[in-house]
T-cell receptor, first 114, second 114 residues
Framework: SQELEQSPQSLIVQEGKNLTINCTSS?????LYWYKQKYGEGLIFLMM?????EEKSHEKITAKLDEKKQQSSLHITASQPSHAGIYLC??????????????FGQGTILTVHP | KAGVTQTPRYLIKTRGQQVTLSCSPI?????VSWYQQTPGQGLQFLFE???????NKGNFPGRFSGRQFSNSRSEMNVSTLELGDSALYLC?????????????FGDGTRLSIL
């Protein structure tokens, strides 16, 4: 099984709809990162969460961390075609000895129809 | 502030050859991590360099190696290329490679093995 499970694997929504992507770690989470990727390109950093209960927002994207469940959710409000892409969660499972290593989920492919 | 720069963007090689990829981190960032991204395995951590020293290594064969220079620029080398090495290779930089510091990614090098 994957160390970091993302769900759903793909999502198709109509413009204006809200959506949620989940990320669950099988190991202790010291930090959780959300990235967005356009196919074949690099990852764009969205948000970093470190403390249980922490919630951060950037424009219409909100991410929360549930430390007890070792889970994070990414919520997009009133989706737009510009939100389309691949969303990846990355986990720091080593704390002070992570030394540049993040473990990533398989990604969620988001399609937004105008 | 310039982002992470990877060169070249695209590379075509044949089996048995070797290849060197380059990564220039964001100014002031001393940690450089390398990842391999494939459709089947997703994003996988290769190794991390900090102050010219490899501090962390993923589960890849010895054909994959790297180095870092005094200006924090990093190179990755793959020898005796195999078909399965076809992938998008991404590098990411952070200030010190700590888990509480976001990694910023380059646009990657797309390596195709014929």
């Amino acid at each position: 099984s994957q160390e970091l499970e993302q769900s759903p694997q793909s999502l198709i929504v109509q413009e204006g709809k809200n959506l949620t992507i989940n990320c669950t770690s099988s190991k202790t989470l010291y930090g959780l990162y959300w990235y967005k990727q356009k196919y074949g390109e690099g990852l764009i950093f969205l948000m970093m969460l470190q403390k249980g209960g922490e919630e951060k927002s950037h424009e219409k994207i909100t991410a929360k961390l549930d430390e007890k469940k070792q889970q994070s959710s990414l919520h997009i409000t009133a989706s737009q075609p510009s939100h389309a892409g691949i969303y990846l969660c990355g986990a720091d499972n080593a704390g002070g000895t992570s030394y540049g290593k993040l473990t990533f989920g398989q990604g969620t492919i988001l399609t937004v129809h105008p | 502030k310039a982002g992470v720069t990877q060169t070249p963007r695209y590379l075509i090689k044949t089996r048995g050859q070797q290849v060197t990829l380059s990564c220039s981190p964001i100014s002031g960032h001393r940690s450089v991590s390398w990842y391999q991204q494939t459709p089947g395995q997703g994003l996988q951590f290769l190794f991390e360099y900090f102050s010219e020293t490899q501090r962390n290594k993923g589960n890849f064969p010895g054909r994959f190696s790297g180095r870092q220079f005094s200006n924090s620029r990093s190179e990755m080398n793959v020898s005796t290329l195999e078909l399965g090495d076809s992938a998008l290779y991404l590098c990411a930089s952070s200030r010190e490679g700590k888990g509480n510091q976001p990694q910023h990614f380059g646009d990657g090098t797309r390596l195709s093995i014929l």
